[in-house]
């Protein structure tokens, strides 16, 4: 599973090993997030610093992993790269995720 | 150098989309020979949302999906083809049309449709025919402000490192 989980003050941060968020991981990752949720976290940090391609497939499967969680401002973003900014951009996506810079600064935004 | 005229054919099996990531990271560094980084990932994405729908669309078994790279004077052409399903071209022609949603309700937010759609926004031109059995897709990518590859490659030669 591409997908490393470590909690920080009771926030789960998940962190994506794979360089590419696409068709061929999109389900396993929908799997391994809910998996993480169901051991009861609300507020959760994705880091996606390893991550340097997203496909359609994969922006769907963060999609339902928000629907999940239900809220946007307790699934962060961070670490995003430059291609999957254009994603978010080009899907209108980045008016619904919320991204910060690094696991820092999201934590601390959970934490607010 | 002068790239314009040259030409590359990959292909991967139509019935593996594992296969995709290669042929991606394949397409995006031809791109880089032509376009910056950020078009060239452009390129690189509408190819894998292009070969993705192929495989799941059309279905087009073991036989190959080819891709047919070429740099061209205003960029690059690829052609694209497989021995699958043909497309109704009313769903090209309606990708992106109705790609409206309210970012505040998230239970309604899309989680998929948006392949074709990519496709048309990222590349200049798009075109599809079903011909001899086979669908045959043709994209072109064209330089920004009507430069030309060739002025391009002689920019990039004359640039000091």
Request: with cysteine.
């Amino acid at each position: 599973m591409n997908l490393q989980d470590k909690t920080i003050e009771g926030i789960l941060v998940l962190t994506i090993t794979s360089p590419q968020l696409d068709y061929a991981f999109a389900e396993d990752f929908k799997l391994g997030v809910a998996d993480c949720l169901r051991r009861g976290h609300e507020r959760l940090v994705i880091d996606m610093s390893q991550v340097n391609f997203m496909d359609s497939s994969g922006l769907g499967a963060l999609v339902s992993c928000l629907k999940r969680v239900g809220d946007p401002k307790r699934m962060l973003l961070c670490n995003v790269a430059p291609p999957v900014v254009s994603l978010f951009k080009l899907t209108r996506m980045d008016q619904v995720f919320i991204v910060y810079p690094s696991e820092q600064d999201a934590l601390a935004a959970l934490r607010a | 150098m002068n790239p314009v005229g040259a030409r590359i054919e990959l292909r991967i099996p139509g019935n593996h989309p594992e296969s995709v990531r290669l042929l991606g990271a394949c397409v995006r560094n031809l791109a880089l020979m032509v376009f910056d980084a950020q078009l060239a990932a452009e390129v690189e994405l509408a190819m894998v949302e292009a070969v993705n729908n192929s495989i799941l669309h059309a279905k087009p078994g073991d036989s190959d999906i080819r891709l047919t790279f070429m740099v061209s004077p205003r960029g690059v052409e690829i052609d694209l083809q497989d021995e699958g399903r043909p497309l109704d071209p009313d769903i090209l022609e309606a990708a992106g049309r109705k790609w409206d949603f309210d970012p505040t309700d998230i239970q309604s937010l899309p989680v998929g449709g948006m392949g074709l759609m990519l496709i048309k926004k990222v590349m200049n031109e798009v075109s599809y025919r079903f011909e001899n059995g086979r669908n045959r897709w043709r994209f072109s990518k064209f330089l920004p402000s009507g430069a030309s590859v060739q002025s391009e490659a002689t920019r990039t030669v004359n640039t000091p490192s």
